[in-house]
């Protein structure tokens, strides 16, 4: 069954704490890897796309990287303002239109 | 840019009544556009697939007779609730893939609705 699992469900951090966000996928082909950036009551920014293993991908404090398995959302040094709900989402070849989104990764950081 | 627009933003409604959600991409054409739905603390579910002067493809267990679609140009998607209920209560959130470009989707603003 094709999935995408998130981890940690919650995360809690101090401003200046660096830390990565996982995105686990079992998918038949994978087409692309997506990270969104959720505000409470907004819809998905759009960060990054990858879509092959190595690829990696940056913007600001944010750095995502992609292996055969997972992904991760490295973020280095965070501010208050990168508090926010991390979705992390998969299309595959199978379908070319459907894309499995994670349950996401809500990221606190504290002053 | 990659701009998508939603209207209204919150509607609260009667049950029974029907309620009309715009989908707009401002600033590029999108072929391809999708209706989610979001529960509260909980990630988007698809409810369907927006094709440019065809008929929207759904997925499972989503009624195409109470959530009716129509993306009658290249840069409006529309989502009517009919008959709403409080159950149909929820966030819904409209994206739109870019004509000619992959995969990536670019999502809207998101509607709060409210079924009293």
């Known amino acids: 069954e094709d999935q995408v699992t998130q981890s940690p469900e919650a995360l809690r951090l101090q401003e200046g704490e660096s830390s990565s966000l996982n995105c686990s996928y079992t998918?038949?082909?994978?087409?692309?890897l997506f990270w969104y950036r959720q505000d409470p009551g907004k819809g998905p920014e759009f960060l990054f796309t990858?879509?092959?293993a190595g690829e990696e991908k940056e913007k600001e404090r944010l750095k995502a990287t992609l292996t055969k398995k997972e992904s991760f959302l490295h973020i280095t040094a965070p501010k208050p303002e990168d508090s926010a709900t991390y979705l992390c989402?998969?299309?595959?070849?199978?379908?070319?239109?459907?894309?499995?989104f994670g349950p996401g990764t809500s990221l606190s950081v504290i002053p | 840019g990659a701009v998508v627009s939603q209207h209204p933003s919150r509607v609260i409604c009667k049950s029974g009544t029907s309620v009309k959600i715009e989908c707009r991409s401002l600033?590029?054409?999108?072929?391809?556009m999708f209706w989610y739905r979001q529960f509260p603390k909980q990630s988007l579910m698809l409810m369907a697939t927006?094709?440019?002067?065809?008929?929207?493809?759904?997925e499972q267990g989503v009624e195409k007779d109470k959530f009716l679609i129509n993306h009658a140009s290249l840069t409006l998607s529309t989502l009517t609730v009919t008959s709403a209920h409080p159950e149909d209560s929820s966030f819904y959130i409209c994206?739109?893939?870019?004509?000619?470009?992959?995969?990536?989707?670019?999502f809207g603003p998101g509607t709060r609705l409210l079924v009293l």
């Open positions: 600033d590029f054409q999108a072929t391809t």
């Open positions: 990858l879509y092959s």
């Open positions: 998918v038949s082909g994978l087409r692309g």
């Open positions: 994206s739109a893939r870019k004509t000619g470009v992959k995969e990536t989707q670019y």
């Open positions: 927006s094709n440019e002067g065809s008929k929207a493809t759904y």
């Open positions: 989402a998969v299309a595959m070849k199978t379908s070319y239109d459907k894309v499995i």
